[in-house]
């Protein structure tokens, strides 16, 4: 079953654009929507999540029409929001139990066989027992995860997940997801690029409501392979090798500059090709959007 939007599109009352046209096919097993903050990720999740309404276009998941049937999207759909709040003086066992009857699972001992799998799979079994505002970030996103998984829903949105999670947790979280993405549409939103490298084979890069770019993540790796170049340059040269160059990146590196350039062609003395990163098709794309937004003046 694949998710296919098409020409969807939505401006806020306040005239704010948060999508614009946007087309996307998404296939089962994990799918990683890229974008700085205010891209639209969030609006587009919601959107597919039937949270909130779009004012054009469409979305389908097989052959279900996902904005003309909110209700019937909402029991095949596992929601992770970006801020998931817990109610902190209850057990994860007692929650999860209370969603599980609201999700229409009313048979007692039906719900504790589903609780207790959840709570093993998302590897919270031994701390079932604990109160929720005692767990650590990467145990309430794995608390979300469980709830999320509820009636084994055949597409999945996670919303920012890992922000705020030490690389053990993180770790732990990415296995989670890569499990729980093989049999299933698991859309997960982010602006950590290693995360969509590491766990996704289907991604789609977002900028101002549009999507710039779509497709698997080594491909696009593949298609950049001999236009990255790199420099060292001196803190205060920056603003000159912008002029100059299409600089897609800079980062400090042992207190000096490291920058990426993109340039199908070596870019002059001192660069080196690099082998592209998932991070180097990301900047890339988000340089080369903002250059056609705002055109560079040229003298003469
Ligand atoms: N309810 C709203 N009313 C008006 N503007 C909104 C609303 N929600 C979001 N926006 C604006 O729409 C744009 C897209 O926001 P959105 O939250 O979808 O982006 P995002 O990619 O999820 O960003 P972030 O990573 O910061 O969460 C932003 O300019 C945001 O300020």
Redesign the pocket.
Known sequence: MNLVIEHLSKT???G?K?LSDVNLRIEPGMFGLL??????????MRTISTLQEADQGSIRLGDLDVLANPDRVRQVLGYLP?EFGVYPKVTAAELLDHFAVLKGISNKSERKQVVDGLLQQTNLYNVRNKNLGGYSGGMKQRFGIAQALLGNPRLIIVD?PTAGLDPTERNRFHNLLSEIGEDRIVIL?T?IVSDVSDLCRQFAI?NK?QVLYTGDPLLAIEEIRGQIWRRTIGKHELDSYQQQFAVISSRLFAGQTIIHVHSLAQPGNGFESVDPTLEDVYFARIHAAEQVATPQVVNG
């Open positions: 806020y009352p306040n704010t948060a974008g700085p903050n205010g891209a639209g990720k969030s609006s587009l970006q920012e939103s602006h977002i409501g």
